[in-house]
């Protein structure tokens, strides 16, 4: 599952920026929607919602997303509603996530980068 999450965060990144304090607040930024869609996937599958309806659930509930961060709502949605719902119950993703993009950065960006080149 692990695996999978990072696999959904590096897709949800944009494109890096050079200077340092630019890339400190688009680690912020990028990680922080992360947190948010993963959140988002999670409520949806405890509320019951379908997993072929997450994509326009998170987006109804989160209309100020764009279509590039919704594109990694079925990755999340993949893994997310592959686990069990007393095992979520137990966890807040969104800081799961956002903790887990923080601290695996520079291998995202790395992955990232062998992606785009």
């Known amino acids: 599952m692990m695996k999978t999450m990072m696999s959904a965060i590096v897709v949800c990144t944009g494109l890096a920026v050079a200077a340092p304090a630019l890339a ?9 929607t992360n947190g948010l869609v993963a959140g988002a996937v999670q ?6 919602v379908a997993k072929r ?3 326009e ?8 997303l764009s279509e590039n961060v919704l594109a990694i709502v079925p990755q999340f949605a993949d893994a997310i509603y ?9 966890i807040n993703m969104r800081t799961v996530i956002e903790e887990q993009c923080v601290a695996n950065w520079e291998q995202i960006k790395a992955t990232r ?3 785009t080149n």
Do not use: F, H, Y
Request: with cysteine.
């Open 57 to 64: 659930t998170v987006a109804a509930a989160n209309p100020d």
């Open 53 to 55: 309806k997450v994509r």
């Open 43 to 48: 409520q949806a599958r405890l509320d019951g």
């Open 24 to 32: 400190q607040s688009e680690k912020a930024r990028v990680c922080a």
């Open 113 to 115: 980068n062998s992606i």
């Open 82 to 90: 592959g686990m069990k719902k007393r095992d979520l119950r137990q």
